[in-house]
């Protein structure tokens, strides 16, 4: 059989020796006498692992060519990095692969493998079927270094970040665009694979009285992360401290408009502002609590709250601001009771001229307020949100009007679509809130976003907030006895506002989107605070957008480089779709893994977004 060179990438652990490409010749590497005594012949193997065997052999060193999936063959081929797990120890180029290869590090985390630590020299090829004159073969083929120098730059992929290291910028391969969201669902695969495996041999073991322990469950990471057993074998080491030190930042960005900005904060030391005559330092920030002392503890902000506002009453909204939610076991989260409703006035337990009133934007002002493409209100920050409703600016509500209000830009920002169709089927907008936690101590805070909306009839909202039934808070009873379905509650909150309570997991047997949560099938998914590599009960929301492209799926993240992780699982669209949101929560978050500006709902990213066709 006749083959061709190919060429392959070399990433050396040496950061200061640039990438290289090689070409080699499959038929060098597996010549007939050598494949027909092995059983091995080109076009039904990779024959990559030999040829670096081959090349091991030569500088008298011994180890495995270990293989990782950076994107596994499907339809299309594979990207593959290759990498020596062990050397003699008697050999001088073995000493040297103990060295922590940074760039390949980048380039896995690009492809959404966010625990692999390589190092080593990696080695990255292609492999893939090709159709030929004898039928269809595997075999290696080209890679270019175009397609991955990037992601060994950053492996943050925007086109923004990837335009700092480069004056032409090459675009993101589609592969590597969607390796992440690829991986994400192999990992889908493996865990439910994993989970059948380990019921199936509990089940054994219970008729077998077995009490030896088994290693079915292998695949499985104690966070929930699923990975492939050469994934996994990558050695997780102080390798991290070199990666997170070293990751580029050659142009800062303000956190107010994301322009570049060299001013860093005085206050706290970690974010970075425009400087005057622009406002991005004052615009939205209305409580000091964006310094560093916030950024360490959640005293300063328990210590405004119960001492400056004196808001931490019995029945107040504040509650679980202090001690979260813990799976509905809080002590706050213990305390509330979902069936009871209160005003403003008593679920913020502030003085009155700080609290919005608690009806519809009034007439006059909705005449002369901007509209935006499907007529609805246009609030870009929160200075504009407390003019509409005639709040002082010294009001501290935005630190919990962050939940409706984010839903409402939601809305605006990106439900042109799914709004007009709903229209045009004269029934509501559906959106489904997935995740929902603390939320339950303040559903009545949501009718915002029904005061907010037109009052003429022309827009109607149904939000159904799903609760896994493990964070439900313990007084929920059951409502709707003999539904079979959970937990269920419905509230009028608004004459165009619907909110529906639904306990379940999301997307799984338990609960099916399309038919057991509100009225009907989503129009919208919304998830806040999401973090969706935290938690395996996010991979049947990601699995249902991605066979549902026709429902919007809008999520926040606290920081932005967990929200571009994140939108990563959506393909390079959902990627490039990061921004920050002008109603996050103005306060500055504790942190105590990394130096990063942290903040309630803090950005967007949005799955399968649709524009209206002008």
């Not at 596994?72 to 073995?94: D, F, K, L, Q």
């Not at 019995?314 to 679980?320: E, L, V």
């Not at 679509?417 to 004269?426: A, E, F, G, N």
């Amino acid at each position: 059989m006749k083959s061709t060179s190919i060429q392959y990438i070399i990433i050396p652990w040496d950061e200061s020796l640039p990438l290289e490409t090689r070409d080699i010749n499959p038929s060098s590497v597996l010549p007939d006498n050598i494949s027909g005594e092995n059983g091995y012949h080109l076009g039904e193997c990779d024959i990559f692992p030999m040829y670096l065997k081959q090349l091991l052999g030569r500088t008298g060193g011994d180890g495995v060519v270990e293989v990782l999936p950076l994107k596994r063959m499907g339809s299309s081929s594979g990207v593959y990095a290759y990498h020596y797990s062990a050397y003699a120890s008697n050999t001088e180029s073995g000493a040297r692969e103990h060295n922590p290869n940074i760039r390949a590090t980048r380039l896995a985390m690009a492809c959404g493998l966010h625990s692999c630590r390589f190092r080593g020299t990696v080695y990255i090829g292609r492999l893939g079927y090709v159709d030929t004159s004898v039928g269809r073969q595997l075999q290696n083929l080209s890679i270019s270094q175009d397609e991955i120098q990037g992601a060994c730059h950053s492996p943050d992929l925007r086109s923004s970040i990837q335009s700092q290291f480069f004056t032409a910028v090459n675009d993101v391969p589609d592969w590597l665009q969607n390796s992440a969201r690829s991986n994400y669902q192999d990992g889908e695969s493996l865990s439910a694979l994993a989970s059948v495996m380990m019921n199936q041999q509990t089940s054994e073991d219970s008729d077998d009285d077995d009490d030896d322990d088994d290693d079915d469950n292998e695949s499985c990471d104690d966070d929930g992360s699923t990975f492939s057993q050469s994934e996994k074998e990558i050695p997780h080491t102080e390798g991290n401290v070199a990666l997170q030190s070293s990751l580029p930042s050659s142009t800062t960005l303000c956190l107010q408009c994301r322009g570049p900005s060299k001013s860093l904060c005085p206050a706290c030391n970690s974010a970075y502002f425009c400087q005057e005559p622009r406002k991005c330092q004052t615009n939205g920030w209305y409580l000091k609590l964006i310094g560093r002392d916030c950024q360490l503890s959640d005293k300063p902000y328990e210590d405004f709250l119960a001492e400056i506002l004196k808001v931490l009453k019995p029945g107040s909204w504040w509650a679980t601001e202090i001690d979260g939610w813990s799976a509905g076991q809080s002590g706050s989260a213990k305390r509330v009771d979902a069936s009871i409703r209160r005003s403003y006035e008593e679920g913020f337990s502030l003085d009155t001229h700080l609290i919005p009133v608690e009806h519809p934007v009034d007439d006059e002002r909705w005449l002369t307020w901007p509209k935006d493409e499907v007529s609805l209100l246009k609030i870009e920050s929160w200075e504009e949100y407390y003019s509409l409703r005639d709040i002082p600016l010294c009001s501290p509500v935005a630190l919990l009007y962050t939940f409706p209000l984010t839903i409402y830009r939601a809305i605006t920002q990106y439900g042109s679509v799914p709004l007009t169709v709903s229209k045009m089927l004269k029934r509501p907008m559906r959106i489904h809130v997935v995740g929902v936690e603390k939320e339950m101590n303040f559903l009545d805070l949501f009718k915002e976003v029904g005061f907010l909306l037109p009052q003429d009839g022309s827009v109607n909202i149904e939000l159904t907030f799903v609760v896994r039934p493990d964070m439900l808070p313990p007084k929920c009873k059951m409502p709707h006895s003999g539904s079979g379905r959970g937990y269920q509650m419905r509230l009028d909150l608004a004459s165009n506002l619907v909110l529906n309570v639904q306990s379940g997991v999301y997307g799984d047997n338990e609960l099916n989107p399309n038919f057991d949560c509100g009225s009907g099938p989503p129009d919208m998914i919304m998830g806040m605070n999401a973090g969706l590599y935290a938690y395996e009960s996010w991979r049947s929301v990601v699995s249902y957008l991605k066979n549902n492209p026709h429902v919007v799926g809008v999520f926040t993240d606290y920081n932005e480089h967990s929200g571009t992780n994140c939108a990563s699982l959506g393909g390079g669209k959902a990627r490039e779709s990061l921004c920050i949101n002008p109603f996050r929560q103005p306060r500055a978050m504790p942190v105590y893994c990394m130096n990063l500006p942290q903040f309630s709902n803090g950005f967007f990213y949005v799955y399968n977004e649709q524009t209206l066709d002008e």
